[in-house]
Nanobody, 114 residues
Framework: QVQFVESGGNLVQPGGALRLSCVAP????????MGWYRQAPGKQRELVAN???????HYADSVKSRFTISRDNSKNTVYLQMSSLKPEDTAVYYC????????WGQGTQVTVSS
């Protein structure tokens, strides 16, 4: 079973910033598209951003120009830099391969509130 370990979530005020990290097995991170996903209460999990092995990226319209996905292959880590956070960004954030594997980590909670 693949293990994804997400961290970096926190309570932050609107307009604030956070950086999320995801450590995953080298066999997954180095040869696959990787994605960040989120699930807000009462909603389905959605793709936030993904990054290819050549570092090309794709973002959901709702986060474009505010979030940046990146990867550090030497650390088997994928990052999500989030800025100008809004209350509607509140969710549990997960990383996974893109397309996803059946195995998910515990995620990291991001709460945007004043």
């Amino acid at each position: 079973q693949v293990q994804f370990v997400e961290s970096g979530g926190n309570l932050v005020q609107p307009g604030g910033a956070l950086r999320l990290s995801c450590v995953a097995p080298e066999t997954i991170t180095r040869s696959n598209l990787m994605g960040w996903y989120r699930q807000a209460p009462g909603k389905q999990r959605e793709l936030v951003a993904n990054i290819n092995t050549d570092d090309t990226t794709h973002y959901a319209d709702s986060v474009k120009s505010r979030f940046t996905i990146s990867r550090d292959n030497s650390k088997n880590t994928v990052y999500l830099q989030m800025s100008s956070l809004k209350p509607e960004d509140t969710a549990v954030y997960y990383c996974n391969r893109y397309p996803t594997l059946d195995s998910w980590g515990q995620g990291t909670q991001v709460t945007v509130s004043s």
